[in-house]
């Protein structure tokens, strides 16, 4: 009965010491595509979300949706010139 015990815990530690191994792996590659196809993923399924959601109160909302309405007040320039800023190497 002991020994079923102890092989039982012992297989338990191995199991989640693997299972943490692999969640490390999963969010750092060498590779950019991947990695950003690992993050997507994880945000898709929610595993690893807060337990506290982010609430905004009723000023915070109204602050916000006027912020967005003031960026259009502002005009789309027809082109945009080396001169208008920036600098690139042909």
Aim: charged fraction near 30%; glycine fraction near 4%; proline fraction near 4%.
């Amino acid at each position: 009965m002991k020994i079923k015990i102890l092989f039982s815990a012992v297989l338990f530690c191995l199991l989640s010491t693997q299972t943490f191994a692999r969640s490390d792996q999963a969010l750092v590659s060498d590779s950019p595509k991947l990695q950003a196809e690992r993050w997507l993923q994880l945000q898709r399924e929610g595993t690893q979300k807060s337990k506290f959601t982010q609430t905004a109160t009723p000023a915070e909302r109204e602050l916000a949706m006027q912020r967005l309405l003031e960026s259009y007040k502002h005009p789309i320039p027809e082109y945009y010139g080396e001169e208008d800023g920036g600098k690139f190497k042909r």
